[in-house]
Every structure is written in C-alpha cells, then in structure tokens.
C-alpha cells in the first residue's frame, strides 16, 4: 500500500474519518518484517499500566508503534512499566494528559478496573483518539450503549481487548459451523473455573470496613473514578478489584468476552430474550457485594436469520461445564472454554478466540480437516494489536469493533445482573434497554454515578 510521504497526522487524521466497517482485504496486510515509515506510525498512549494494560502497550510497541505517555493512578504499581518506558512522559490522571498532549497521542490503550473503561474511553474518544479498551467493554449495560454510540459518533477506530478474537482457531470455528460440519446448532455450554479465590471475596466480606491508610502514591479518589464513594481497602485495589461488583463483574463479566466470543461470532448471537442465575452457597443480600462461589446463568437467545433458537449456558467457579452425551473417554471437557452442540456432532475449544478447537467425533474432524477444511472465509491477521493499529492507518474498522464487542459485553453484564437475583427468569428488551419484569433488576442497568462524573460524550 502507499503511504502518505509528507505529513504523519494528516495521514492519520485521514483515515480516522468515515471509518468503515469493511472486512480485511489481502492487499492491505503488512508482510511479516516490514518496517513501518516515520509517517505511519501510531502515536498511543496507555492508561492503566500495571497489569494488563502493560502488556497492552507492550504489544503496541512490539508492532514498531510509539509509545508516547504512560498513566496510572498508582506510582509503585506502575513502576515497572515506567521503568520499562523511560521516554514515555507519566501522568496520574488521564484528562491531564489529554489535555495536555492534544494531537500528539493518536489513541489511547485502556487497561484500568471495568469501572472506569467507559468515562476514560469517552473522553478520549470526544477528542477525536482511537480506543482499544480491555474487556469487559464496560461495567454497565448504559455505559456499553454510550460508548458504542459515541464510537459511531466520532468515527474512531476501536477494538475490545479480547485477544483471541485475532486468532487462527476463532475464524477454523466459525467456517466450520458455516459450513455445517457439526450441523445447526441448538446448545453452548461454556464456563472458566479460573482464580476462584480471585471472583469470589466471601471471606473477605468481614475485612472491608477496617479502617486503612491510603498508600503514597495512590490517588484514590482517581481510582474510584465514577463509582460511589467508599473508603479505602486493600481488598479493593490491584487484581482483586475483579471479585467486589462496585468495580468489577465477576468470573461472567471477565470471561464471557474471551470464552462465548466464537460461538458469538459463528452463530450471528445478539442479546438474550431472557437471563437465569442458579448460585451455589451465596445469598445476595448477605454477599452480594462480590461474586458467588459457583454460578450457573442460561441465556435463551431467539431464532435470527435462518437459524434456530440458541441457548447458551454460562457455567463458573465450583459449577463445571457438564460432559455431554456421546463424549468420548478420553475427551476432556474444558474447565475454560466452551461445546458448541449441533444437530451432528460437537466442537470443543478452551478459552481466547477457541484455543484447541477440535470436532467431535473424530469422523468428523477427519472430514472438516487438512485438505477438507472449509474455505477460508475470514482473513486472517497477525495480531490484535496489529488488527487495531493496522485499522488505524488504514480506514478501516478493527475486527472486535465496539459494535461487536458491545453486545458480546452486554451478555456478561445481564449475567452480573442476574446473579443478584438467583432462581428468577429475567425478560430482557434489548431495544428499550430494560427488563420488562424485573423492576429492581433495572436499577443494575444504568446505575449512578457519584457527584462530577457523567457519561457525557
């Protein structure tokens, strides 16, 4: 492809505008070991940098990108990454650094606790900067429906982080179920049974109003963001955060975008009519400030295009994914990952884009394999970072869009809502944003925000 010679942001600023949601073409893939020109490479910014949105941002540099500014609200949690980037200028508070650098940051890599994703994301997608936001896109169903309209809004690139949506594995799913190798597809069990001491705080419950000094170099209040005040605790920050559902979402909210994305893609999901949480030795009124022990949520989704009803079974924690009829003894069910059931057989895959996928019974995986694999119908890229940025000089749209990656994000939330209300069907109308019985659900849809924080876009 060409490139512009002369002036790096007005290349960029070009293709940002009237991006399209276009499939990838061959031609505009970039050889493996293909230097990029000074005049396309992306300046990015990363913001929540001690975690994964280190590795975000490593991964940005990895593909001879620029990495322009580092910030986080906590020095010692990020040290390392500022360390790792010493010319990257820091910052603590995102709207500073913003402010400050204007047109020097192209787009911004978010990596911070779901519950700040969507008021970072606005405001630097309101200033016009490209956004790959780890998942869950967003702590709350309102918030997803913002971000995608301001996405639209402001014609910017912008992918989900859930990786494996790049890889090989996800796109062998799809053509597979396309080409009917396992037939149409009535069932999908998926589940993690990762960091169960991680999703679920319960003996932690006791320690959360003990009173503790906000470390140096922490901005607190920062790290709060729009959630409604409360003091701080160990227990919140770093990691665990992830388990307490003021801030995270639980195994539902941090997996649902990694481990039902290929069964979502291949089988054209939208929202559920309705949501159903079974729990295991949690009471919300007792816990409910983090995520039970065990949780099993049914997502009934209705017949779409020329194929049937789908349910989805989400399994976590002490709850496995059961092992279906016809499995063979030595087949192991996935702790992470899903079963796709079709009308002629299974496929199996683990978690991040269907990792190992494979066809059961082995008759069929002989059939749908090597040389009689189907046509390869989706492009394949070389990474997730790449796909973005690659979007980014191109004009195009990245493949786990927030138009995409929105919706697979509402799934996790309605399970994060029906968990609060174990053993009760919720009837979900996805245009009016509600449930239509299940008045105290709703308040879990668009739920508040404390004084000075708005989704305003």
Known sequence: ???????????????????????????????????????????????????????????????????????????????????????????????????????????????TPDH??????????????????????????????????????????????????????????CEWVW???????????????????????????????????????????????????????????????????????????????????????????????TVRAEVTNYDPARHGLTYPPGARITFEFPAKAGRGPVRVVWHDGTTRIPRPAGFAADDKVPGTGAILLGEKGMIVHGSHGGGGCHLVPDELMNQYSGKNAPPEKIVRVKSHAWDWLEAIRTGRQAGSHFGYGGPLTEVALLGAIAIRFPGQTLAWDAKAMRFTNHEKANAFVSPPYRDGWTLET
């Open 1 to 111: 492809m060409k490139h512009v010679p002369t002036n790096r942001r007005r290349f960029l600023c070009r293709t940002g505008v009237g991006v399209a949601l276009l499939p990838l073409a061959p031609s505009i893939l970039l050889r493996g070991g293909e230097s990029l020109p000074p005049s396309a490479k992306v300046n990015v910014a990363g913001i929540g940098v001690g975690s994964q949105g280190g590795s975000d941002v490593d991964a940005v540099v990895g593909q001879g990108h620029n990495l322009v500014a580092l910030c986080d609200v906590d020095e010692k949690y990020a040290a390392k990454k500022f360390a790792q980037y010493p010319k990257a200028k820091r910052f603590k508070d995102y709207r500073v650094m913003l402010d400050r650098m204007g047109r020097e940051i192209d787009g911004v890599v978010i990596g």
């Open 116 to 173: 700040t994703h969507a008021v970072i994301a606005l405001e630097a997608m309101r200033r016009g900067k490209h956004v790959y936001c780890e998942k869950p896109l967003a702590h709350s169903v309102q918030e997803v429906r913002v971000l995608m309209a301001s996405a639209r809004r402001h014609r910017v690139v912008t992918q989900l982080g859930n990786q494996g949506h790049s890889s090989g594995s996800i796109r062998r799913l």
């Open 179 to 273: 080409a009917g190798a396992i037939g149409p597809v009535h069932t999908v069990h998926a589940g993690c049974d990762a960091f169960p001491q991680v999703y679920c705080q319960q003996r932690n419950l006791g320690k959360v109003d003990e009173h503790h000094d906000v470390p140096p170099g922490l901005d607190y209040d920062l790290w709060l963001g729009p959630v409604p005040f409360r003091p701080y605790s160990p227990l919140w920050v770093h990691w665990n955060w992830r388990g307490w559902m003021p801030f995270g979402t639980g195994t539902v909210g941090d997996w649902v975008c990694h481990v039902l994305d290929p069964a979502f893609w291949a089988l054209d999901l939208d929202a559920p009519s």
